[in-house]
């Protein structure tokens, strides 16, 4: 088969270590962001046969903003790909390919740590691939993303709906662990015991995962980082738009945001990602 020419746009941590892999695999890539070296490289993106997009969703005090990605889109070539990389909100790519009839949209969640990019990029756990339209183009272009993707163990195809819910649940069920084991960490504390041999316990433990059992964790306590707290904003506001009965089950996501702010706040930790998201007075007195 001859290799596509991939494009990227978005150069952060996920564009630039997806594009590092697949050049390292021989292909041929083009690179466009708005910064330097890469922002004269727009016009060639629509001669790309693929396009992966990773440029920011953010979630802010008015909700979920899927516009950068909706720009990206503009710059596909007629009849190419657009694989969306980006965290979306369920039902956003049906509607991306609704509004871009002239190329074929997929969403492909990325799970890449900021710490080990590069590595999780060229050693995927799974390979997803969510069509928006169960479609013949469509099902042809997901063979195709799965064949150039570097390969996984887990490899699926879905709606995106699916893909999409399962990006929220895999970042969701990190942060409700975060939150957990920071509880432990307290209770512990609260009874007089040393957390060491219990953290040593719980790495050891292979019914636990064990990801998240640190506590004390880069900055401070909490789940920050540049997707977790967005994510969670976005998914609770989602959850309690569609399930407007289940009161109990918004309690609970509602409970985890406020303990999480609590725990950036007390330890200083990301408040400015916590503000972007919730405002300039979260936190404060």
């Excluded at 949209?105 to 691939?129: K, M, R």
Aim: glycine share 10%; charged share 25%; proline share 5%.
């Amino acid at each position: 088969m001859k290799k596509p020419r991939i494009g990227f746009i978005g150069q952060g941590y996920v564009g630039k270590n997806y594009a590092n892999d697949f050049e390292r695999r021989g292909f041929s890539v083009v690179r466009y962001s708005l910064e330097e070296p890469y922002v004269r490289n727009k016009a060639f993106i629509k001669d790309c046969d693929v396009v992966f997009i990773g440029v920011p969703t953010p979630t802010t005090p008015k909700g979920f903003d899927a516009g950068i990605v909706k720009q990206a889109l503009s710059l596909v070539g007629s009849g190419k790909i657009a694989v969306i990389k980006s965290t979306l909100l369920p039902g956003t790519t049906k509607r991306f390919q609704s509004a871009h009839k002239n190329i074929t949209v997929l969403f492909s969640p990325e799970f890449l740590s900021v710490g080990t990019a590069a590595h999780d990029a060229a050693h995927p756990a799974e390979n997803i691939v969510g069509l928006p339209r169960k479609t013949k183009k469509h099902v042809e272009a997901a063979k195709l993303v799965h064949a150039i993707l570097p390969k996984a163990p887990f490899v699926l195809t879905c709606s995106s709906d699916e893909a999409e819910v399962f990006k929220y649940t895999h970042n969701l069920s990190g942060y409700a662990q975060v939150i957990l084991f920071n509880l432990m960490y307290d209770f512990a504390k609260a009874l007089g015991c040393d957390w060491e041999p219990i953290e040593k316990a719980a790495l050891a433990d292979p019914f636990i995962s064990n990801r998240y059992a640190r506590p004390l964790h880069k900055s401070g306590r909490g789940a920050g980082g540049g997707c977790f707290i967005k994510d969670m904003a976005a998914a609770r506001g989602m959850y309690q738009q569609i399930l407007t009965k289940d009161k109990t089950g918004l309690a609970v996501l509602r409970a985890l945001e406020a303990k999480n702010i609590a725990l950036l706040t007390s330890t200083k930790k990301d408040l400015g990602l916590l503000r972007g998201v919730y405002g300039a007075r979260v936190g404060k007195k």
